[in-house]
């Protein structure tokens, strides 16, 4: 009895795919990131004042810890409803390696959550009177820096997915590992709203990503092996 | 072996083999650790304590093999009711590396679920949904089936016919491991391992 068999890339395609497909048939979650991003810069101007001057000094830094509350939000559903109904529990006894299970769900995690972020933050900079000139910072970084912030949230998201409430845990868990991001995209989008160059801060957030992206799968299959062993 | 749980043993230690052609199914009243012990052969536990031994030397050292050999259908069914009963299984047979599209039908079809390939499964029943889990069997040429408690949900005639896949698959040198409260009437031997709770002996009196 053989059956026809998949590579592992293949195999890495359908657990993409299939969280994928997931996400669209349930687009309220997705939305819910996008539209906190969306009502903190539109509540910001309210709240601030609307001076032009004073919101362009803001807007980097405030774009860029707006986004990443938003990655935090989205990073506490990536293994909870595997964990619930046992697709997770299938995919630890499934052959398969866990090291490139969790690093597909975390490609798609990012797919739906940091790529529409990083494509609709541009617009949602205009609110906030961010300088036109700055908007390729904010994108690139935001491409880069919200892959590393989905890749160190699935940590945090694996170690917590076996509480009842491990929403505040999970940020006091994560937070930590997000501020080198922060440090970096807020000061690519400053200097480039300034007229620097920011390839270097571009540059630090890559490193940062080539880090996470061969190391963070490690540590979320070992967390989803204690959070499963209960 | 045993289980252990908040440092105590959770069942007298019991020791069984499993060769291909055999029906085991665990005893026990609720709460004595059927479960526990399933999972702990499944390796989702480490709250064993004896030995395992698969093909002759420690599972431990060969848990890939182990998990390509085993079809683990545990309480939690790991369907995504958002998705169809022919998506779920495409997910499922790609973990295992097995390119299923061609087998999905059939193996629907098997469970009495034909016409319902593509209905999402919030749409089934949870008999039905059940089904879709054990469409799982005849997607992988796995040998053992760990089956814990299959028949829930599952109407008479689903019984009859569960009962007539497990005889069939050890008919054809296959072997299962099971919990169930049902009497089973099986056209296959079947063996019985109970387990009976261990009361309040601490670990450290074993030692």
Known sequence: MSKPTLTTLAILMQVVRRDLLLALRRRAEIANPLLFFLMVCMLLPLGIGPEPQQLAALAPGMLWIIALLACLLASDSLFRSDFDDGSLEQMLLSPSAMYLLTLAKSVAHWLVTGLPLALIAPVLALLLQLPAIAMPALTFSLLLGTAVLSLVGAIGAALTVGLRRGGLLLSLIVLPLYVPVLIFGASAVQAAAEGYLYQGQLAALGALLALALPLAPFAVASAVRISIDN | ?207
């Open chain 2, 1 to 207: 072996m045993s289980c252990e749980r908040d440092d105590a043993l959770l069942f007298a230690p019991v020791s069984f083999t499993l060769a291909g052609g055999d029906i085991v199914q665990l005893e026990g009243a609720n709460g004595v650790g059927k479960t526990s012990l399933l999972r702990a052969i499944g390796g989702l536990s480490s709250r064993l304590c004896g030995e395992l031994f698969w093909r002759g030397a420690p599972l431990s050292r060969q848990r890939a093999e182990f998990a390509a050999a085993t079809v683990y259908l545990g309480h939690a069914i790991g369907l995504k009711v958002a998705l169809s009963a022919r998506e779920n299984l495409q997910w499922w047979a790609a973990l295992r590396g097995i390119d299923a599209r061609a087998a999905i039908a059939p193996a629907l079809d098997r469970v009495g679920l034909i016409g319902y390939e593509d209905s999402p499964c919030y749409q089934l029943s949870a008999g039905q949904q059940r089904r879709v889990s054990l469409a799982r069997l005849f997607l992988s040429a796995a040998i053992l089936w760990i089956l814990d408690e299959p028949f829930t949900a599952i109407d008479r005639n689903g019984v009859a016919e569960l009962e007539s896949w497990l005889a069939a698959h050890a008919d054809a040198g296959g072997a299962v491991l099971l919990t169930t409260h049902q009497q089973l009437s099986l056209p296959h031997a079947l063996r019985r391992v109970a387990l009976q709770p261990e009361r309040l002996r601490e670990m450290s009196t074993h030692e």
